[in-house]
């Protein structure tokens, strides 16, 4: 077939693997989606929560959609400020977090072109 159907939601959230639950919750939906060339993932943050890490991509460009709630994202030394159905887009070398507003934040995350492995490179306590 020529699509593939599924709900974000039904997707494992990948947070409490890596200790961020219940302040953030990852659903990293590429491979259900059985995607070739764009990844996506839903992510939410509660209210005042960073995500504890910033990260860049080798190549790929990503975009961030708030579908509920506010905060800002830090762009290498630049705070933007979010509010929901704001669309930012951000370069792959371009070192990026989110952090929550206080009414917590909801957002996708498309990416692509995505290749073979996982070319993010995380940095801890970036913030």
Do not use: C
Not at 50 to 66: K, L
Not at 79 to 88: G, K, N, S
Not at 110 to 123: Q, T
Request: no cysteine.
């Amino acid at each position: 077939m020529g699509y593939t159907l599924r709900n974000v939601k039904d997707v494992e959230d990948s947070a409490p693997a890596f200790g961020m639950s219940p302040d953030v919750e990852a659903r990293f939906a590429r491979k259900a989606l059985e995607s070739q060339q764009v990844a996506l993932s839903y992510q939410r943050l509660q209210p005042n929560v960073r995500m504890p890490f910033g990260h860049t991509h080798a190549t790929q460009e990503e975009i961030y959609v708030v579908l509920a709630g506010s905060g800002r994202a830090k762009l290498d030394d630049e705070f933007v400020e979010l509010q929901r159905w704001d669309a930012l887009r951000v370069d792959p070398a371009t070192m990026r977090a989110i952090e929550a507003g206080a009414d917590g934040i909801e957002f996708l995350a498309l990416g692509g072109p995505i290749g073979e492995g996982n070319d993010a490179e995380m940095v801890s306590d970036w913030w």
